[in-house]
């Protein structure tokens, strides 16, 4: 059974258009997160929610809303794509207090034409 | 100075090698600590946590040096297998993940 499942893995568009990415674990986990990883291969984490709440919002364009209806799912929201939005974005979870190791997703690879 | 510091490499090394990985971070109130791996076009996985008193899972070792903010990672008899970018990852405060950008490990036959 997969822990954390994104889908879809790739997602290729037209710029200006709005696309989701959806996330769900079956951990347990009380905390899911988004990273971006860019064609140099850095992570860089986008926002984290811990029991449906805001936790950390990183210097992310306002183009990019997350959505958690319950703790085990976190959905991304890409309005109005631009070709810099071309990366893998992953979805993460942990357990509750973020000190343990996070469990990541396959990733969504992410193609802006 | 960067959040969370790697040589990027690559560090090339023959089978049954001894190769070693060093990482520096920034924020002293930094709590915990690990080591993450990423295959090609692959997730990070989870390769081993870094404990301040070092540790050891078959022929990985971890070592920290909180005093000079530092972490390492030892990986005996390199195999094939274990060609990957291997991930510095260190939690600055409740849910704060930061990773390194990577150093990448190819062993060569």
């Known amino acids: 059974d997969t822990a954390v499942s994104q889908t879809p893995k790739y997602l290729v568009t037209q710029m200006g258009n709005d696309k989701s990415i959806k996330c769900e674990q079956n951990?347990?986990?009380?905390?899911m997160y988004w990273y971006k990883q860019d064609s140099k291969k850095f992570l860089k984490i986008m926002f984290s929610y811990n029991n449906k709440e805001l936790i950390i919002n990183e210097t992310v364009p306002n183009r990019f809303s997350p959505k958690s209806p319950d703790k085990a799912h976190l959905n991304l929201h890409i309005n109005s794509l631009e070709l810099g939005d071309s990366a893998v974005y992953f979805c993460a979870s942990s357990q509750v207090g973020g000190l343990q190791p996070q469990h990541f997703g396959d990733g969504t690879r992410l193609s802006i034409l | 100075r960067k959040e969370v510091e790697q040589d990027p490499g690559p560090f090339n090394v023959p089978e049954g090698a001894t190769v070693a990985f060093n990482c520096t971070y920034s924020n002293s109130a930094s709590q915990s600590f690990f080591w993450y791996r990423q295959d090609c076009r692959k997730e990070p996985k989870l390769l081993m946590s870094?404990?301040?008193s070092g540790n050891e899972d078959g022929r990985f070792t971890a070592q920290l040096n909180r005093a000079s903010q530092y972490i390492s990672l030892l990986i005996r008899d390199s195999k094939l297998s274990d060609s990957a970018t291997y991930l510095c990852v260190v939690i600055w405060n409740n849910n704060d993940m930061r990773f390194g950008a990577g150093t990448r490990l190819t062993v060569k036959p």
């Open positions: 870094v404990y301040s």
């Open positions: 951990l347990g986990h009380d905390t």
